[in-house]
């Protein structure tokens, strides 16, 4: 059954990547824990007001530099949960996210509907490694 309450655009894909976020008076750090073309889950120290624009840099465990988000306007919260919605994104920056999304696809298992990739379904965990006496 779809659930009509969820208004996303697309499927978030469960990751662990640090990000700091910036409003005009706070900063943030926390871990964005799943990612979409379109938004992020973050679990931070600290929880912006709805409404609030804010400014994030990802830190991508293989990657040299952070992934910038120049703006991003929180949507949700909740506990230590906050959700975002991209605003503003370099083009340069949305092929580092995208790279980021197949990354977790892989990782997790994920899959996708063939003419619809953004709508996906995921394992809840990693894929474990087997024992060669395993079946």
């Known amino acids: ?19 700091d976020y910036l409003g005009k008076e706070f900063l943030g750090n926390g871990t964005v824990i799943n990612v979409s073309p379109h938004g992020l889950l973050i679990r931070g120290d600290y929880l912006p007001i709805i409404g609030t624009n804010v ?50 696809l892989t990782h997790y298992g994920c899959v996708c509907a063939p003419k619809l990739p953004w709508l996906c379904r995921c394992l809840s965990e990693p894929p474990r490694e087997r024992r060669p006496n395993e079946i």
């Open 55 to 104: 400014s994030l840099r990802l830190f991508p465990p293989d990657d040299r530099e952070p992934l910038s988000v120049e703006r991003a306007v929180v949507r949700w919260q909740r506990g230590s949960e906050l959700g975002v919605e991209i605003m503003t994104l370099t083009p340069e920056a949305h092929v580092r996210l995208i790279g980021l999304m197949t990354s977790a």
């Open 1 to 19: 059954m779809i659930d009509t309450r969820d208004r996303r655009k697309a499927t978030r894909l469960p990751v662990d990547i640090p990000v």
